[in-house]
Nanobody, 115 residues
Framework: QVQVVESGGGLVQPGGSLRLSCAAS??????MGWYRQAPGKQRELVAD???????NYADSVKGRFTISRENSKNTMYLQMNTLKPEDTAVYYC???????????WGQGTQVTVSS
């Protein structure tokens, strides 16, 4: 079956860095993306990437976050630098399955930026 699993979250001080990973399996995936949801707020797009490597970022993370992927491993990454308290949220990965023609979501990983 299709699985999407995030890892790499944690607690970091303001100005610090974290790297999130997302491993997808059970299908062939085209677009993949990172979303986040802070308490009391709607889920929002952080960044996404096509299988060809085209990327898109939310304005709030441009210049600080970098999305990348290894197609051979169906794995996507989010390098987060210069983290701010407002980046605190649960970060979710999604992946579009070409075989099933639907989007699959991971369970989320908590990122907390605090001193």
């Amino acid at each position: 079956q299709v699985q999407v699993v995030e890892s790499g979250g944690g607690l970091v001080q303001p100005g610090g860095s974290l790297r999130l990973s997302c491993a997808a399996s059970g299908s062939i995936f085209s677009a993949m993306g990172w979303y986040r949801q802070a308490p009391g707020k709607q889920r929002e797009l952080v960044a996404d990437i096509t299988s060809g490597g085209n990327t898109n970022y939310a304005d709030s993370v441009k210049g600080r976050f970098t999305i990348s992927r290894e197609n051979s491993k169906n794995t996507m990454y989010l390098q987060m630098n210069t983290l701010k308290p407002e980046d605190t949220a649960v970060y979710y990965c999604n992946a579009f399955s070409i075989i099933h023609a639907k989007i699959y979501w991971g369970q989320g990983t908590q990122v907390t930026v605090s001193s």
